[in-house]
């Protein structure tokens, strides 16, 4: 039976995985003849990412299951360290592709290439480092975590789910999730894969 708080995880690893692939292709696409809905549904991307990822799902790893894995498998601290260092890092980098993005929408096209080149980096930055939670961290977790450590954990990430991985909508922000799904392209939302769609 999977673990509650191993399945969050990685479901939520997923939808954020699916994110980052769809905003890829809008940029790979660039903003064609709608650039004004095409910077609007990027910047409503990065958005979520600076939103749920970093300021929901990183705290819990690093306040309940990066500790519980350095106590009971210490060999792991390496990794650990680095995956921490990761979060430390990522707020800071999705300001900067928000900066980098402003930048391409206001000043034109000679700043893309150092947007586009920033995205791509993060996008890799970000994938390797679910990757490295999924290989090394949660399959140790799964053996050598204890019963009482399993119970706090599955509280705290069964609390405020990520909506793209089944939480609960919140009213709040459904204006940046239909924004985002009516114009992005799949694997995230319905728009089409070679246009930016007209959002709702």
């Avoid at 003849?33 to 300021?55: C, G, H, N, T």
């Avoid at 450590?149 to 459904?174: C, H, I, N, Q």
């Amino acid at each position: 039976m999977t673990r509650p708080t191993l399945r969050v995880i990685r479901d939520e690893h997923a939808a954020l995985a699916a994110m980052l692939r769809s905003m890829t292709m809008m940029i790979r696409q660039g903003p064609g003849e709608s650039p004004d809905q095409f910077f609007d549904v990027v910047r409503a991307m990065l958005f979520y990412i600076d939103e749920f990822p970093e300021k929901r799902h990183h705290p819990k790893e690093s306040d309940l299951l990066f500790p519980a894995l350095a106590r009971a498998v210490p060999h792991l601290m390496p990794v650990i360290r680095r995956l921490e260092s990761d979060h430390m890092s990522g707020e800071g980098r999705a300001r900067a592709l928000q900066h980098l993005l402003l930048a391409w929408e206001l000043l034109g096209e000679t700043r893309r290439d150092a947007f586009c080149e920033a995205a791509n980096e993060y996008v890799a930055f970000y994938l390797d480092h679910m990757r490295t939670e999924e290989r090394e961290l949660l399959p140790a977790a799964e053996q050598a975590l204890s019963e009482a450590e399993w119970a706090a954990m599955d509280k705290a990430f069964l609390t405020s789910l990520d909506p793209l991985a089944g939480g609960v909508r919140d009213p709040v922000y459904e204006r940046l999730f239909t924004r985002i799904v009516m114009a992005a392209p799949a694997p995230i939302g319905v728009g089409p894969r070679d246009a930016v769609a007209t959002a709702a």
